[in-house]
């Protein structure tokens, strides 16, 4: 007895997903030369909390490597001198995506010399 042809054509979509799942997951694992992630820091704003001010900022990965325990620096300076530092830890940023966080300082930092910069990162 003959198969009917709407099961062949099931089975030839089945053998199609399966095949193009283990070709996207055999690319994915591996070949890659490690590299560091990438990660732009952009600020987004400074929010007057009362108390103290929360600079907020976006971490754009722009790499293949994702980036976990990442932690973000900021500093406020005059003359180059430190006046005040911050600093905040992100789980996890994947790469090719934007993260936002903000550090908080006692200072006004629109009065001071602001930076932001990476201190370290951890492999996932």
């Known amino acids: 007895m003959a198969k009917p042809a709407a099961e ?9 997903v399966t095949g193009t799942t283990f070709v996207v997951v055999a690319h ?12 732009e820091l ?8 009362g108390e103290g001010y929360v600079v907020t900022f976006s971490a754009r990965n722009v790499s293949e490597a994702t980036a ?28 090719g995506s934007t993260e936002t966080g ?7 930092p629109a009065e001071f010399d602001l930076k932001l910069r990476s201190l370290g990162y951890q492999q996932p």
């Open 102 to 108: 903000g550090v908080w300082f006692t200072h006004n």
């Open 8 to 16: 062949w054509i099931c089975a030839a979509i089945g053998l199609v």
């Open 68 to 95: 976990a325990a990442y932690r973000v620096e900021g500093l406020l300076t005059r003359n180059g001198a430190v006046v005040e530092r911050s600093d905040v830890t992100f789980d996890y940023v994947p790469r």
């Open 28 to 39: 994915d694992l591996g070949g890659a030369p490690e590299q560091a992630p990438m990660i």
């Open 42 to 49: 952009a600020v987004d704003g400074i929010i007057d909390q």
